[in-house]
T-cell receptor, first 109, second 116 residues
Framework: GQNIDQPTEMTATEGAIVQINCTYQTSGFNGLFWYQQHAGEAPTFLSY????GLEEKGRFSSFLSRSKGYSYLLLKELQMKDSASYLC??????????FGAGTRLFVKA | GAVVSQHPSRVICKSGTSVKIECRSLDFQATTMFWYRQFPKQSLMLMATSNEGSKATYEQGVEKDKFLINHASLTLSTLTVTSAHPEDSSFYIC????????????FGQGTRLTVV
């Protein structure tokens, strides 16, 4: 079976750094995605990791450890507009992408 | 990134009627399209995967006779919700992927379906 776990909610302060963790168990692995989703809108792509290590893209970075079935999304210099849901999604061996329940991030002033 | 257009963005229909949602890839050929539904404050649940020219593969628990998926061309897939009921009210989102399987899928804008 497949299982993706991430915290339900997190709160952080504007200007701070926040790390959103994701653990997964899947049948085969072809990469892990992070998406941002604002309420009522479609998800937007943030990052894709298929090899172990850290991928940095501006204020956002994503890390993957395949042996541990673990990833995190790191958001730096938080802004109010970063308040959203962050979805961890894993592409299985059959190239099917399954989403976690999402982490709702609240950024406060 | 590539553009996926989903139409309509919102639709209200009467119980018992059918609704068709279109998903188009505007600037690339989508060999695979995915249909998801999302209930309030929940994540996206994969309903089915469709490859151009072949029958869709439905996830467990999704009624294929109720949610008809057609992927007749490399740029268009449609989802028809047949005999809609209020419990079908949800946010339906499509995503499309091009030739390389291990790349991101691009999402449509989503369709908010309300069945009254």
């Amino acid at each position: 079976g497949q299982n993706i776990d991430q915290p339900t909610e997190m709160t952080a302060t504007e200007g701070a750094i926040v790390q959103i963790n994701c653990t997964y168990q899947t049948s085969g692995f072809n990469g892990l995605f992070w998406y941002q989703q604002h309420a009522g809108e479609a998800p937007t792509f943030l990052s894709y990791n298929v090899l172990d290590g850290l991928e940095e893209k501006g204020r956002f970075s994503s890390f993957l450890s395949r042996s541990k079935g673990y990833s995190y999304l790191l958001l730096k210099e938080l802004q109010m507009k970063d308040s959203a849901s962050y979805l961890c999604a894993v592409m299985s061996g059959g190239f099917k992408t399954i989403f976690g329940a999402g982490t709702r991030l609240f950024v406060k002033a | 990134g590539a553009v996926v257009s989903q139409h309509p963005s919102r639709v209200i229909c009467k119980s018992g009627t059918s609704v068709k949602i279109e998903c188009r890839s505007l600037d690339f050929q989508a060999t695979t399209m995915f249909w998801y539904r999302q209930f309030p404050k929940q994540s996206l649940m994969l309903m089915a995967t469709s490859n151009e020219g072949s029958k869709a593969t439905y996830e467990q628990g999704v009624e294929k006779d109720k949610f008809l998926i057609n992927h007749a061309s490399l740029t268009l897939s449609t989802l028809t919700v047949t005999s809609a009921h209020p419990e079908d009210s949800s946010f339906y989102i499509c995503s499309a992927r091009g030739g390389h399987m291990n790349t991101e899928a691009f999402f449509g804008q989503g369709t908010r379906l309300t069945v009254v």
